[in-house]
């Protein structure tokens, strides 16, 4: 369809004081993309873009520009559209991050003559009930969609004859403005395509391009190779975790050490330097005893072997009787019900203030290129609900999570390489306006645990990369084993390793090959990925994607625990048949083939053997030029 079409037809609504208004941006006044409606009070701005000729964004923000408080206001949906189809239409998706199975398992549902209400849990954007990217496809034509609302978003879609209704909101909205106040909602993003995986790999694509760091930067995402072993250590899983010199600066050097050894690009101090460490400690930005001189002995020494440096922050999240907490009380949220724990406040300016300048001197002082951002085991909407004002429902909600945007946004204008990990308890807060600003270097807490007998990581990792790379390019994993199983199934463009790297008995070389493989295939994961299999949770499976960028390209297979067959056949995507490609295949064993094959078999019939279960094998190939 021609999405300029549809700025003759309603795009969003709202009601204000009993009257629904629907948003037809012809019929409004219009300057550079912002369509205006006024009247007596309010303001609405509709703010439509086109990032690509067959992509839409909307954005709405509502201001009170008259002298006393405005009618209520609810119902307000940032995107209100009917999409055509031609047949049955199938609305598909994945669940949010549970820290188990069931986190980013995808779901088809249909949706003729259906009603389907999502919203995630507790005010972060996907967690366990929902995930702010889907899809409508009849199978010829797909309409891909991204949420941007770190909160509390709502999602209803009504499906009739050939025709699907998509309205995006929030849950919380009955409102009620004061003279000069200004609200904003969800960004909405919609995309149209062909079949439903291609029109996938063209989402993510855009994503990549338009809707990420990279849009800002204009550069590849490096995303790190890093190791991280916070969990075996400080957590405590496994491993030499009985040793008190880790959380120390002396710890942290020989871990410096023993990562350039290994070949790693990055040192990632999780949640272990503040007194109280976690999660008693959150709300301390000193540091213990082990660290006189502060992270920047620490930092420089990583800089000085061509590292990053990645530092643990969780800022949202104060507990009772920390620095902050004793220092900053008016910058808190402290519910009578939950005294143990405050939220704070973002959504106050001069707290959001406080906080930005904090953190940048944090950040200068101790020479952290990434900030890792936390926000973790903690409902936020509970907060949110408990302090709006009478008739005001949402409206905290609606500050604070601009707060958190401007927080993020001041932090890279002041450090413009800064790159921004957004985590919350894992992979709870991924949605559109996430992932313009941050990246998700710990898409799930799965990745906080070895694989055993009831928590099947390896498989999980599988089924995580093939479903969240539907729509976001930027997500990676933990891994606690360096065996090429292991370390292929958690890397995307990065992975961050667990590895025992403390114990005298740790060898370097023993790592050195999956780690420069990992680093090798970054280059690709910044290209567009095509699932190879569904993703499942079944053993006795096989699982495979691809990436391809630049006519050249990787394939990762894995021939799970308990599958019978050694051979997987499958069609790799966008293989010119008229090209002859040189083939690389690495095994388990690190041991690699080179082969010489006809684009065509590359692109009908391509087979690829693993003779043992449980291991796998990663495919490169390019096209040999002419002479």
Known sequence: MNFETLLNSRVASLTVGGEQIDLVPALLSQQNGVYTFTSSTLTVELT??????????????????????????????????????????????????????????????????????????????????????????????????GIGWTGQWSLDLLGAARTANVQVGL???????????SVRFPLCLVMEGGEPILAR???????????????????????????????????????TNKDPSWNTEEGQ????????????????????????????GVGN?????????????????????????????EPERIHKETETWRNHPEFLLVRKDAPDDALFNLAEPAAREYLTAFLGDMIAQNGVDIYRQDQNCFDVLDFWRAFDEENRKGVLEMHYVEGLYRL??????????????????????????????????????????PEHENFATSVWNNLQTLSLNRYLPYTCSGVWESV??????????????NFDVLNPNFNPDSVKAVIEE??????????????????????????????????????????KKDALNPIFCTALYRIDPDKTYRVTITDEAMQTEEFVLPGEELATDFWVKIDRKRASALVEYEPIEAQ
């Not at 929902?130 to 199978?139: V, Y």
């Not at 991280?228 to 899983?237: E, N, S």
């Not at 090429?484 to 390793?497: E, F, H, I, K, L």
Request: one cysteine or more; proline letters at 6%; hydrophobic letters at 35%.
């Open 48 to 145: 439509v873009e086109f990032p690509a000729k067959n992509a839409i964004t909307t954005l709405l923000r509502i201001t009170n520009n008259g002298r006393e408080n405005s009618p209520q206001i609810t119902n307000v949906r940032s995107l209100n559209i009917d999409l055509p189809f031609t047949g049955e239409i199938t609305y598909s998706g994945l669940s949010g991050d549970d820290c188990g199975e069931r986190s980013f398992v995808p779901f088809a549902k249909p949706l003729s003559e259906n009603r389907y209400h999502v919203e995630p849990h507790g005010g972060r954007s996907s967690n366990v009930t929902g995930f702010p990217f889907f899809d409508l496809s009849d199978g010829k034509t797909t309409y891909v969609c």
């Open 171 to 181: 849950c919380d909205c009955d409102f009620y403005l004061k003279p000069s106040e």
């Open 201 to 239: 790999a063209d989402f993510r694509d855009l994503m990549r391009e338009k809707f990420s760091p990279k849009a800002k930067r204009k550069e590849d995402i490096n995303l790190p190779v890093s190791i991280q072993p916070f969990d075996r250590y400080f957590a405590g899983q496994c491993g």
């Open 253 to 280: 050097l020989r871990e410096v050490a023993v990562a350039a050894k290994c070949g790693f690009d990055t040192v990632w101090l999780d949640a272990a330097w503040f007194p109280g460490c976690f999660p008693l």
């Open 285 to 313: 930005y000193s540091f213990v005893p082990g660290f006189p001189n502060g992270l920047k002995k620490v930092s420089d020494a990583a800089h000085e072997k061509g590292m990053r440096f990645v530092l643990w922050f």
């Open 408 to 449: 993020w946004d001041d932090l890279t204008a002041r450090f413009p390489h800064l790159m921004i990990d957004n985590c919350a308890s894992g992979g709870r807060r991924m949605d559109l306006e996430t992932a313009k600003r941050a990246v998700n270097l710990w898409r799930s807490d799965t990745g906080c645990f």
């Open 484 to 497: 090429p199983y292991d370390m292929r199934g958690a890397a995307t463009g990065g992975v961050a390793c």
């Open 518 to 559: 990992a680093k090798r295939t970054r280059y690709f994961w910044n290209g567009t990925f095509f699932p190879l299999t569904e993703p499942n949770l079944k053993t006795d499976d096989w699982a495979a994607y691809q990436l391809e960028r630049d006519g050249k390209g990787i394939a990762y297979f894995f021939r």
